[in-house]
DNA sequence: GCTCTGTAGTGGTATATACCACTCACTTTG
DNA sequence: CAAAGTGAGTGGTATATACCACTACAGAGC
């Protein structure tokens, strides 16, 4: 966070005020050109900073009145982040995976546009086939910020051992956040292979982008799971809209 | 949008443009210095127009490249309980439907158990296909405990008005909470007719059972959606239950 | 008391300018 | 021929300035 851009820095300390209740819900924060002259940046600097609040949904704009702090964090319930692991044991299953490859190379196209990586940035790419009481389920490329881990590849056996364990406890990445998109899809011959089921067979593709505990991203996952073993499940709470 | 502000009537042109096919998926949009010069306005006005399509999803930047259109897949937020009109208006998309049937029954076995009916327990049953910007993306069956909402389907046209805001404002009926699930699927011939689509592509298969105010649910859905046009989206935080 | 009306302060919009890191195609160099 | 370097173009950030519409509030006028 030390060479981020300014007007982030600025909106991470707001956030800091926010979360610790020096700034409390309704209250009004230091108009923006209080702010800039405090700071000794730029109006539109602070502005941008407060755009970036709007964004998380932690402050809102009254045209006339000022910025307030948002009312209804409560209601932004998100699902939980949880590892393959822990939520197949949960639910009473074994779980295990073998490591299909594990190397460090320059990211992908798309790997590198989702982790906001120049062209030449490097990933730990750990590519796994993941099991559920014997039966291959998944096939999943986790790819991670490899300036971020130096090394994290030859630091333990990702076949027994959690990698967010890893990360947290070695490097200080805590996995805070994450955005998570699925489709359909159909099994191509490799996949077919791979999870013992038929080319043409229904898949859920699964993506992931995880974040760190200061909104940075570090993680980048691509699942093929099974279509007839993975249902998934969400729960879902009204946002004070709806239509049908 | 005459005395709208400049640099949305010009979001509005390119997003004309995108919805017409001028521009295409994937294609390059003119840059913020070239859109500046050829509409004659500054380049930050010509940014902040390009913001506001990145908020809806329409274009995407990559840093040293450019500013392209996003592709034209369909971003469902999975984890609001928000209609589907309002999240594909919201993307700057024509929502529409048309109704299939539109009756009151007894339940058949799957719903009767979903809702919690003994097996005599009577629904209206509202199928419904949707279509985005003209194109037929997905099958919609919900079914609604007839007892909760007398003569429902005779209260209104639900092509053009919202279910939700009927049950809201007639019989007091507030969506609250919903437990959905997904799993992947292939469309059979009935489906692929339907979706103009063939038999064996993927689909997304969703049910949802939604609960009112007071936790009792009322209403169970089951639609199935065109794997290739549609993309789920959950963000994740760390602290909650669920999933896989 | 009441309404009206400035006026100061707010966020919203718009311009102009500048520098940065990045990407990519091209040229130079070995 | 391959590797290294150059430069134009791109989005990202930051500053400074200006005017607008809107809100709240104090004070004038009735």
Redesign the pocket.
């Known amino acids: 966070m030390d060479n981020a851009?300014?007007?982030l820095r600025i909106a991470a300390d707001l956030e800091a005020e926010i979360a610790s209740g020096v700034l409390k819900a309704e209250e009004k924060?230091d108009?923006?050109?209080?702010l800039s002259e405090r700071l000794g940046?730029?109006?539109?600097?602070a502005?941008?900073a407060l755009r970036h609040l709007i964004g998380k949904g932690l402050v809102e704009?009254?045209?006339?009145?000022?910025?307030f702090v948002s009312s209804r964090q409560i209601e932004q319930r998100l699902e939980t982040l949880s590892g393959f692991t822990e939520e197949i044991t949960r639910q009473g299953r074994q779980a295990s995976s073998i490591i299909v490859s594990s190397i460090t190379r320059r990211a992908d196209e798309q790997t590198?546009r989702a982790l906001s990586l120049?062209?030449?940035g490097m990933v730990h790419c750990l590519t796994r086939v993941r099991f559920v009481d014997g039966m291959p389920v998944a096939l999943e490329t986790t790819e991670i910020i490899a300036s971020r881990a130096p090394h994290l590849l030859e630091r333990a056996d990702f076949r027994t051992t959690s990698l967010y364990a890893t990360l947290t406890d070695e490097y200080g990445i805590v996995p805070t956040l994450a955005e998570q998109t699925l489709m359909a899809g159909l099994a191509d011959a490799n996949i077919a292979r791979t999870l013992h089921t038929d080319p043409g067979a229904p898949v859920l593709d699964l993506t992931r982008l995880t974040r760190d505990q200061d909104g940075s991203p570090f993680e980048f996952v691509r699942s093929t799971y099974r279509g007839d073993f993975f249902v998934m499940k969400v729960d879902l709470s009204l946002g004070a809209r709806t239509q049908a």
């Open positions: 851009p300014l007007y924060i108009s923006e050109r209080a940046v730029s109006r539109m600097t502005r941008q704009t009254r045209t006339g009145q000022g910025t590198a120049p062209a030449t």
